[in-house]
T-cell receptor, first 117, second 116 residues
Framework: AQKVTQAQTEISVVEKEDVTLDCVYE???????LFWYKQPPSGELVFLIR??????QNEISGRYSWNFQKSTSSFNFTITASQVVDSAVYFC??????????????FGTGTQLKVEL | EPEVTQTPSHQVTQMGQEVILRCVPI?????FYWYRQILGQKVEFLVS????????KSEIFDDQFSVERPDGSNFTLKIRSTKLEDSAMYFC??????????????FGDGTRLSIL
């Protein structure tokens, strides 16, 4: 069965600090996909980034970057120069293709990020 | 940018009553989903729906739950006889075709269901 672990329950940083959110996953699939979603205080779930299992190249998109390491089953997410608006719960999710069609997401328990002035 | 819309934003229902949560997925998407988030907990998969059929359901999705796509735009989740433990935020999501599990799911703002 798929499993996603986010060991950090809550992180507090001061604005402009960099912050890394950890994610460790378990899967038996050889091809899989990983996602990060953001849930601000208003409650909606917002897609941020994705990575497939056969591409370990790390990427940067604006203030976001991610580090995917298949050897350690980790998919960490970094926010550079954090801002107060980054305060939210961040969820890591593992995608499993469903035979009948579609993909099922298994979410971690989330990390609450608080960015203070 | 197209988005998934859910109604109502908040539903209060007496225990034992039936409730229908409504969703309008993004128009050209092919796959539809319902997830549940009990307050303060993680988001849990309930069901996926494709080609007018359930493609996968979780253990949570028992006989009291059903889904339907009654027309070309709406996607509904019905809970037949609500229990106190059904109180949660329910999210609808949709994703486009192709790409296997690569396509991100786009979520609605959720319906907060409160069972009294």
């Amino acid at each position: 069965a798929q499993k996603v672990t986010q060991a950090q329950t809550e992180i507090s940083v001061v604005e402009k600090e960099d912050v890394t959110l950890d994610c460790v996953y378990e899967t038996r699939d050889t091809t899989y996909y990983l996602f990060w979603y953001k849930q601000p205080p208003s409650g909606e779930l917002v897609f941020l980034i994705r990575r497939n299992s056969f591409d370990e190249q790390n990427e940067i998109s604006g203030r976001y970057s991610w580090n995917f390491q298949k050897s350690t089953s980790s998919f960490n997410f970094t926010i550079t120069a954090s801002q107060v608006v980054d305060s939210a719960v961040y969820f890591c999710a593992l995608s499993e293709w469903v035979t009948g069609g579609g993909n099922k997401l298994t979410f971690g328990t989330g990390t609450q990020l608080k960015v203070e002035l | 940018e197209p988005e998934v819309t859910q109604t109502p934003s908040h539903q209060v229902t007496q225990m034992g009553q039936e409730v229908i949560l409504r969703c309008v997925p993004i128009s050209n998407h092919l796959y539809f989903y319902w997830y549940r988030q009990i307050l303060g907990q993680k988001v849990e998969f309930l069901v996926s729906f494709y080609n007018n059929e359930i493609s996968e359901k979780s253990e949570i999705f028992d006989d009291q739950f059903s889904v339907e796509r009654p027309d070309g735009s709406n996607f509904t989740l019905k809970i037949r006889s609500t229990k106190l433990e059904d109180s949660a935020m329910y999210f609808c999501a949709s994703s486009p075709g192709g790409g296997g599990g690569w396509q991100p799911q786009h979520f609605g703002d959720g319906t907060r269901l409160s069972i009294l």
